[in-house]
C-alpha cells in the first residue's frame, strides 16, 4: 500500500501566531491520521513549537513519525540565489496494540 501525499494534510507555517497552526494540525487530524508540519527559515523554531504543542497539550495520542530538514535554493526579485533551510515534521495518531 502506497502513501498518498497530498496538501489536505500539510500545514505550512509562517508567521501568525503559533496556536492558530495548532488548531489548524488539529483539525487535519479530523480527517486523517496523519499530518505533516512544513516550515522554512526562522519559522523552523515556531514549527517545533507547534509541534510540540500539538503532541502535549491536545492531541496526546500523536506522536513524531519522521522529522526531514533541508536546503532549499531560493531566486529573490534580484535574481540572486540563497540557501535556505527547511523542516517537515510528520506527526501521526498512536496506533492503538
Request: no cysteine; charged share 35%; proline share 2%.
Amino acid at each position: 500500500m502506497t502513501e498518498e501525499r497530498t496538501d489536505e494534510n500539510v500545514v505550512y507555517v509562517g508567521s501568525k501566531p503559533p496556536m492558530s497552526y495548532v488548531l489548524a494540525v488539529i483539525s487535519r487530524f479530523s480527517d486523517s491520521d496523519d499530518v505533516v508540519i512544513k516550515a522554512r527559515g526562522r519559522a523552523i523554531s515556531r514549527a517545533v513549537d507547534i509541534a510540540e504543542i500539538t503532541r502535549n497539550r491536545f492531541a496526546t495520542d500523536t506522536e513524531v513519525k519522521e522529522i526531514k530538514i533541508s536546503t532549499e535554493n531560493l531566486t529573490n526579485e534580484e535574481g540572486r540565489t540563497s540557501n535556505v533551510s527547511s523542516i517537515e515534521i510528520y506527526l501521526v495518531k498512536k496506533k492503538d496494540k
